[in-house]
């Protein structure tokens, strides 16, 4: 299939990049490194996959992030390993964080042509611990904001011994690149008469109405910044 | 928020672990090695974020994955850098797989307790290319598979020179382990009386009607194995 393990990242002028490692091996068409492509595919998510090194070999977790101007933050508990690597590590920690949107199956009539339909960011660079109070106080309201927008000031901020448990990261967007395939299958000429369907059938993450906690009192209405969702 | 970046699993008798690198620092009581809690988060994607190590840094990259029985394949071009790295690696190249499902989103009258719910899984070994062609037939069909079931019996398979094209590479699932949350926010004690709604936004991945090809002819019906996503 197309939507193979490859490399991402092409040749254009832009923010990001080029550097090595962010020049794909393959398919450079389907890559980008404009600041604007980069922002909207991460302004569309929440969840990433981060990925460092840990003894030699690679690690790649689940987490939250959020995006401020060029830079992200991820935030975990002070005790949680890979935080305690970025504080060990004097230097920082290199990481490479990771956003992609599914956005369709691409059904072809050759199995090779078979591919998805996507929307990616990579981003290389070295994880640094916040330790400015006001940058910590900003990135983890924005990592309520990313997640439902307009969230962090409708709840109660951390005190201060959940902010002491916290340890927040950035990773300053450097080294960034897009990458996306949009469109139907791309058969070969000698399969068209094939006897196979081909197509497109689309793919979204969507959201269900709220459901209210078992304890939540009726006094308490569901809030504008949640009735999209409603 | 809870759902920030930890170790993955947790102490459970079971078929594929613990190890000192599957065993989480945090939330040890989300994790589970279980096989068959693995299987059926792997089961029910395609998409997987892979992990490795290049010039000592990590890169981690979006890719289609199959599961057959306890191995996992992912493939690309033969000239993709991360295939050309497997077949360079005499003892084959350390990756680190991770499949997430998310559930929902969890919201908490404190900022600290705002979460998600999600479902992961996070296998480390050494992937190795598949050399035995009749193992690289069953792995490419198993990747059609496992993004539209049912395919693979329905398209052109692989000729010669795309199946030379085409790397195939194998991650043994001996050391995996699953995590999990579920349920309403755990809020504190002290905050239940505070004015913030709170309560879960369920989230999952949906497909839409299938779109046929703009040069489909009207002579090709839409399989039956699609009809689900009509």
Redesign the interface.
Known sequence: ?E??????TPPDTAAYGPTE?TVP??SRDRASYDRETVHAILDESY?C????????????????YARVGDALY????T?????RMTGEADPGL?????V?H?DG?V??????H?S?N?R?V?V?GTARQVTDPQEKNLA??A??DQ??AG??A??????AK?LAA?AV?RLDLTEASAKARTG??N?DDA??G???????????????????????TD?????AY?TP?A
Chains 1, 2 share one sequence.
Do not use: K, N, Q
């Open positions: 299939m939507f193979a393990m490859a490399d991402h490692r091996t393959r969840l996959h981060l990925g460092f090194v840990r003894d030699g070999a690679p690690v790649v977790l689940p987490t939250l991820v935030h975990g508990s005790g949680s390993r890979p935080l290199p990481v490479c964080l990771t992609t599914v199956l059904l072809a009539r050759s199995a090779f078979h998805i996507y990616s990579v290389h983890l309201d990592l309520v997640v439902v969230r962090s409708d709840c109660r901020p951390a005190d959940e916290t990261i139907g299958p058969d399969d068209m094939l006897p196979h369907w081909a197509g497109v059938i689309p793919v979204a993450r969507t959201y269900g109405a709220p459901v209210p906690s078992a304890d939540l006094t308490v209405p569901l809030p949640l969702h």
